[in-house]
Nanobody
Framework: QVQLVESGGGLVQAGGSLRLSCAAS????????MGWYRQSAGKPRELVAR???????TYSDSVKGRFSISRDNAKNTVYLQMNSLKPEDTAVYYC????????????WGQGTQVTVSS
């Protein structure tokens, strides 16, 4: 069974930085796309950043130039470095991985709260 565990959320002042991590475990053959999404109160979940197995990266316009996504395939882990944080970045952040395993498919992390105070 595949599990994703996130870490690194918390409370930070505007202008500060946080680094999120999401590690997958289980009988994994390969992981294709990895990504980060976020959901704030009363809004739908939205894409923040995504990285393919080939290293192609996509960012939402709202985080370009401030956030950086990376992956460590040996550790089945994806990271999100968040700099110059703004109050509007406050949300629950979720990772999503497209996993090739006994049961292949998209797997979500449990979510980690990021709160940016003004």
């Amino acid at each position: 069974q595949v599990q994703l565990v996130e870490s690194g959320g918390g409370l930070v002042q505007a202008g500060g930085s946080l680094r999120l991590s999401c590690a997958a475990s289980g009988s994994i053959f390969r992981i294709n796309d990895m990504g980060w999404y976020r959901q704030s109160a009363g809004k739908p979940r939205e894409l923040v950043a995504r990285i393919t197995s080939g290293g192609t990266i996509t960012y939402s316009d709202s985080v370009k130039g401030r956030f950086s996504i990376s992956r460590d395939n040996a550790k089945n882990t994806v990271y999100l470095q968040m700099n110059s944080l703004k109050p509007e970045d406050t949300a629950v952040y979720y990772c999503l991985m497209e996993v090739i395993a006994g049961t292949s498919g998209g797997y979500w992390g449990q979510g980690t709260q990021v709160t940016v105070s003004s």
